[in-house]
C-alpha cells in the first residue's frame, strides 16, 4: 500500500511524496505544575513539526484540563528530595520532612512560577491554547472522570471522551507513545 | 536563492523551548511555498531544534548564522 516513502525525503527534495505524517500518544496520569510542562512541551511541538498528535488524560492528569484546578497546579514540597532552596546560593535541597510543614506547598509552588516566568516558560494556559490551536487530540479517560469527582462541565473546551481501546487504537499506529 | 526572500520575520528572542519552532510554524503558514521565513533566537538548542523541525515538516533549512549568543535562521516553506 505504501509506496516511495520507505525513505524520509532529503528537506532539500521535498515532494508529495512526503510521508505520512509520524504520530505521537500521550498518557497524562500527574497533576503538578512541572509534571504538567513535559506532556504540553512534547505535544505542541510534535504538533508544530507536523505530527499527529493525542493527548490522554487520566488520574491526577485530569487536573490539567480541568477549569478550576488548572489554574490552581502546584508543585509539591513533600516527598520531593530535589525541592531546592529558596535562594539558588544556598547549597543544599530542603529537608523532604520541611516540606511537610503547612504553606510549604504554596510557597514551593510560588518560587517555581516565579522561575518559569524568569526563564520566560510558556504558561500552562498558553500551551494548552497553542495545543487546540494546532489541533492536538485531547482526550479525558471518562473512566477514571468519576474516580477524581470531575464531571464532563469542568473540562476545558475541546476536551473529548475515550477509553483505554481508543487509546490503544491511537498509540498502536503511533511512532512515539510515552507514559508521564 | 535566486528570486525567494525573506516575507516573515519571526522575533523568538527570550522564548524558550517550544515557542521559536512554535512561532516559525505559525508564520511558515501564512507564507506561500516558496517564500522564506527569518526567525531570530537565542535558544542555545536552537540549531538541533531547527535542524529537526525543517527535517520533520520538509521545510528547507536555507541559511543559519550566529555566534553563541544570537541565531538567525532562513527557513523556505517547501510544501
Same mark, same amino acid.
Given at each position: 500500500?505504501?509506496?516511495?516513502?520507505?525513505?524520509?525525503?532529503?528537506?532539500?527534495?521535498?515532494?508529495?511524496?512526503?510521508?505520512?505524517?509520524?504520530?505521537?500518544?500521550?498518557?497524562?496520569?500527574? #497533576?503538578?505544575?512541572?509534571?504538567?510542562?513535559?506532556?504540553?512541551?512534547?505535544?505542541?511541538?510534535?504538533?508544530?513539526?507536523?505530527?499527529?498528535?493525542?493527548?490522554?488524560?487520566?488520574?491526577?492528569?485530569?487536573?490539567? %484540563?480541568?477549569?478550576?484546578?488548572?489554574?490552581?497546579?502546584?508543585?509539591?514540597? %513533600?516527598?520531593?528530595?530535589?525541592?531546592?532552596?529558596?535562594?539558588?546560593? %544556598?547549597?543544599?535541597?530542603?529537608?523532604?520532612?520541611?516540606?511537610?510543614?503547612?504553606?510549604?506547598?504554596?510557597?514551593?509552588?510560588?518560587?517555581?512560577?516565579?522561575?518559569?516566568?524568569?526563564?520566560?516558560?510558556?504558561?500552562?494556559?498558553?500551551?494548552?491554547?497553542?495545543?487546540?490551536?494546532?489541533?492536538?487530540?485531547?482526550?479525558?479517560?471518562?473512566?477514571?472522570?468519576?474516580?477524581?469527582?470531575?464531571?464532563?462541565?469542568?473540562?476545558?473546551?475541546?476536551?473529548?471522551?475515550? #477509553?483505554?481501546?481508543?487509546?490503544?487504537?491511537?498509540? #498502536?499506529?503511533?511512532?512515539?507513545?510515552?507514559?508521564? | 536563492? #535566486?528570486?525567494?526572500?525573506? %516575507?516573515?520575520?519571526?522575533?523568538?528572542?527570550?522564548?524558550?523551548?517550544?515557542?521559536?519552532?512554535?512561532?516559525?510554524?505559525?508564520?511558515?503558514?501564512?507564507?506561500?511555498?516558496?517564500?522564506?521565513?527569518?526567525?531570530?533566537?537565542?535558544?542555545?538548542?536552537?540549531?538541533?531544534?531547527?535542524?529537526?523541525?525543517?527535517?520533520?515538516?520538509?521545510?528547507?533549512?536555507?541559511?543559519?548564522?550566529?555566534?553563541?549568543?544570537?541565531?538567525?535562521?532562513?527557513?523556505?516553506?517547501?510544501?
Amino acid at each position: 500500500m505504501k509506496t516511495n516513502i520507505d525513505v524520509i525525503p532529503d528537506s532539500q527534495v521535498v515532494s508529495d511524496e512526503f510521508p505520512e505524517p509520524k504520530r505521537l500518544a500521550l498518557i497524562v496520569s500527574k #497533576g503538578t505544575l512541572d509534571q504538567a510542562y513535559p506532556p504540553l512541551v512534547m505535544a505542541t511541538t510534535a504538533a508544530s513539526m507536523g505530527w499527529d498528535v493525542a493527548i490522554f488524560f487520566t488520574f491526577y492528569g485530569l487536573d490539567i %484540563v480541568h477549569k478550576d484546578r488548572m489554574p490552581k497546579l502546584s508543585v509539591s514540597a %513533600v516527598g520531593n528530595p530535589a525541592m531546592p532552596p529558596p535562594m539558588r546560593k %544556598v547549597p543544599f535541597h530542603i529537608p523532604t520532612l520541611v516540606g511537610a510543614l503547612p504553606g510549604m506547598e504554596g510557597a514551593a509552588t510560588k518560587m517555581m512560577k516565579s522561575w518559569m516566568s524568569k526563564a520566560n516558560l510558556a504558561t500552562i494556559p498558553e500551551l494548552l491554547d497553542i495545543a487546540k490551536e494546532l489541533g492536538i487530540r485531547m482526550y479525558a479517560c471518562n473512566t477514571t472522570l468519576n474516580v477524581m469527582g470531575v464531571s464532563n462541565d469542568d473540562l476545558i473546551d475541546g476536551v473529548e471522551f475515550a #477509553g483505554a481501546p481508543a487509546f490503544l487504537d491511537f498509540a #498502536g499506529e503511533s511512532d512515539v507513545q510515552l507514559f508521564i | 536563492m #535566486g528570486s525567494a526572500e525573506v %516575507v516573515s520575520q519571526v522575533d523568538a528572542r527570550g522564548l524558550v523551548c517550544p515557542m521559536p519552532t512554535i512561532r516559525l510554524g505559525q508564520a511558515i503558514r501564512k507564507v506561500e511555498i516558496g517564500q522564506l521565513v527569518e526567525v531570530w533566537t537565542d535558544d542555545p538548542g536552537s540549531k538541533e531544534n531547527m535542524t529537526a523541525w525543517c527535517k520533520n515538516t520538509g521545510h528547507e533549512l536555507v541559511e543559519h548564522s550566529g555566534d553563541d549568543t544570537a541565531f538567525v535562521y532562513v527557513v523556505k516553506r517547501s510544501r
